[in-house]
C-alpha cells in the first residue's frame, strides 16, 4: 500500500449519496403531531369521568402518547438532527411501491364510508379480503372466511361484553 493511499480516509461511499432530506420525516411528524392532537380533543368530548374504567381513558392516554412520541420525533429532525434516521427514510421512500399504500388510503376510506351501510361485521369482512389481496395473499377464500370471522368475533365482543354498539346494517349483524 502506497503512502497516498494509507493515509486517505476510508472510501464510505458517503460522497455518492444523495444530500439528506429531511422533508418526509418531517411531514410525517408534524402529521403524527396534528393528529395525536385531533384526537386529544376529541376525547375530551366524549361524555363521561376520567376515571380508569371510564370511556375516555383509554383514548386520552393514547392521544397523549402520540403528542409525546411525535415531539420527539419531531427534536430528532430538527433539534438534533439524526443523519441515520434520514438516510434510512429516503432508502425506505425510494424502496417504496407508492400505489399500494395509496390504494390502502382508498380502501380505509371506503371502510369508514360504508361502515354503517354494510355494518361492522361485513364491512370488516370486504375490508380485510381486499386489504389482503392488495398486499398480494394468493387464497381468496381463506381471506374471506378470516375476515368473516374477525368482523363477527369482534362487533360480537364490542356488543356484548363492552357494552359498545357497532353498525349492524341492514341486516342487522
Known amino acids: 500500500m502506497t503512502g497516498a493511499a494509507r493515509d486517505a480516509p476510508p472510501d464510505t461511499g458517503e460522497d455518492r449519496r444523495e444530500p439528506l432530506s429531511w422533508t418526509g420525516p418531517r411531514i410525517v411528524g408534524v402529521v403524527l403531531l396534528a393528529l395525536g392532537v385531533l384526537t386529544l380533543l376529541a376525547t375530551l368530548d366524549v361524555s363521561g369521568t376520567g376515571k380508569v374504567s371510564g370511556p375516555r381513558f383509554a ?46 388510503l382508498g380502501l380505509l376510506l371506503g371502510y369508514a364510508l360504508l361502515l354503517t351501510a354494510l355494518g361492522y361485521a361485513l364491512a370488516t369482512t370486504i375490508f380485510f379480503w381486499l386489504t389482503a389481496w392488495l398486499l398480494g395473499s394468493e387464497k381468496p377464500a381463506r381471506d374471506v372466511v378470516i375476515g368473516l370471522v374477525l368482523g363477527v368475533v369482534a362487533g360480537y365482543a364490542f356488543s356484548r361484553w363492552l357494552n359498545v354498539q357497532l353498525p349492524t346494517g341492514p341486516w342487522g349483524v
Do not use: C, K, N
Open 59 to 104: 383514548p386520552m392516554v393514547a392521544s397523549i402518547a402520540l403528542i409525546l412520541l411525535s415531539l420527539a420525533f419531531l427534536a430528532r429532525t430538527v433539534v438534533r438532527p439524526d443523519v441515520e434516521l434520514a438516510r434510512h427514510a429516503m432508502d425506505e421512500m425510494a424502496g417504496t411501491h407508492w400505489p399500494t399504500p395509496a390504494a390502502l
